[in-house]
């Protein structure tokens, strides 16, 4: 076995774990069916076998000579066993839930299947992206309470997202987001959770990455006051000429807000072009935060500019129907974030981002909407909000309203969006049918909003 410095696989194969002879890349279920992608493993024919799970035996459900296949047939809400075999070559036997789900299924892990165990068990942090050649990119990363975290999943859709393929995935690599930079696909994302902060650079359309370039460091340790880098999936904001992303530091509960930026011209790919505020907790601001009552959490922060033109990183906190807004002061980039003030916005206590809209001169929001009588951890509602001046938001529309269902079960959340010509498209954390809970994600799916200025 030799050394290796990549970042990208083809798939990533620990040692001592078996991912099978042929590997199963992408699951697709829907309410009667289970597409299923494979890489080629030199074979001339596969053959593909299913049962319902835990009963009988496998049957032949067909033979192919390409890698995609699609069991067709199936009972709705039900759980399947399923392998692809090809000579003396066998995949692991994975598993899938039939059932409806909304838009276009990127990816799926069933909640007991244990393909990706030595990262985690549920699809996380969905990264989307439109590259400059015209096709989608999305990303997911495999998380686990107490897992290693470290594992993303990257796919293309050649049709505006009608369909999808895999394409690689990157080993470490967790809380990632791409980007375009200078017409070149990056990938942004921490090592593990409260790792490394990394960051890399594809050439190919995100079939290979260089070597990641660490620009943080990070202990991975969720104890301690100083344990490490969080962040989620939010796009680099162009300012001035300097690129602006946000992350927080230190452990769950108590994390110091900040910013990272660089110069627009400055290789990326160098830690030298980097400069970080110092990290800021919420309660140093207590002045300011008198009276209010508040939580300790504040992480996930969104970057945008508002009316008159101050450079802001607006927040989740645990304050219900609030989100935190800190000053950037871009003449000093690393000095420590600002208190600006509190934002009134329904969509707080998940990840959420906010863009602004050159054409309607609006801000936008694909969030998960709290409502009426819903407890704080509900995220079975998400909608699509705007505001004139990020002080006073409206529901444009409900996305996916699923009220009526179990919210411990039920989750639509942490929305990577972009505008997309007269549409907005973007790539859902979504947990249905049977998933683990409302958190722990079984699908990855995409979404388009069609004329949504029109709305």
Not at 49 to 57: L, P, T
Not at 193 to 219: H, W
Not at 231 to 247: A, D, F, H, I, M
Not at 265 to 287: G, M, R, T
Request: glycine share 10%.
């Amino acid at each position: 076995m030799k050394g290796c410095r990549s970042w990208s696989y083809s798939p990533y194969r620990p040692p001592l774990c078996d991912v099978g002879d042929i590997y199963i890349c992408r699951v697709a279920p829907s309410v009667d069916a289970i597409h299923i992608e494979w890489l080629c493993a030199g074979c001339e024919e596969y053959e593909v076998y299913c049962r319902v799970r835990s009963e009988g035996e496998f049957a032949l459900c067909g033979v192919t000579d390409g890698n995609e296949f699609d069991i067709v047939g199936l009972a709705d809400k039900t759980d399947y066993e399923f392998y692809v075999e090809s000579e003396n070559k066998k995949s692991r036997v994975r598993l899938a839930k039939t059932g409806k789900v909304e838009g276009v299924v990127v990816n799926y892990l069933h909640p007991d299947d244990n393909a990706y165990s030595f990262s985690g068990k549920y699809l996380c942090s969905p990264s989307l992206v439109r590259h400059p050649e015209g096709y989608l990119l999305a990303s997911m990363d495999l998380y686990a309470g107490g897992a290693p975290q470290n594992l993303t999943l990257i796919f293309r859709s050649d049709d505006n997202g009608e369909s999808w393929n895999y394409v690689s995935e990157l080993m470490p690599c967790f809380w990632g987001k791409m980007f375009i930079h200078k017409g070149e696909l990056y990938m942004l994302s921490v090592s593990t959770e409260y790792g490394d902060l990394l960051i890399g650079r594809s050439s190919d359309g995100g079939k290979s990455f260089s070597p990641p370039v660490a620009l943080l460091r990070g202990s991975g340790s969720k104890t301690g006051r100083h344990s490490g880098v969080h962040k989620n999936p939010q796009p680099l904001v162009e300012y001035n000429g300097r690129l602006y992303g946000t992350l927080e530091w230190a452990p769950w509960g108590g994390c110091g807000a900040m910013v990272m930026s660089c110069d627009v011209e400055a290789d990326l790919l160098d830690p030298n072009s980097w400069s970080f505020s110092e990290p800021v907790i919420l309660d140093e601001f207590s002045p300011e935060l008198e009276g209010v009552k508040r939580g300790g959490l504040t992480i996930e922060g969104t970057i945008v500019q508002n009316p008159c033109g101050k450079l802001l990183n607006i927040m989740r906190t645990a304050m219900r129907g609030r989100a935190l807004m800190y000053e950037i002061d871009t003449e000093n980039p690393e000095k420590p974030l600002s208190f600006y003030g509190i934002m009134p916005f329904d969509a707080n206590l998940s990840k959420f981002m906010i863009k602004y809209d050159g054409e309607t001169g609006r801000y936008y929001s694909v969030a998960t909407r709290l409502y009426d009588g819903c407890s704080d951890s509900a995220r079975n509602l998400m909608s699509l909000m705007s505001s004139a001046n990020l002080r006073e938001w409206k529901v444009v529309c409900d996305l996916h309203d699923h009220r009526n269902e179990d919210v411990a079960r039920v989750g639509f959340q942490y929305a990577d969006f972009e505008f997309d010509g007269e549409d907005i498209i973007y790539l859902c954390r979504t947990a249905v049918n049977g998933a683990h809970s409302y958190h722990d994600s079984n699908y990855s799916t995409f979404h388009r909003i069609e004329n949504f200025r029109k709305i």
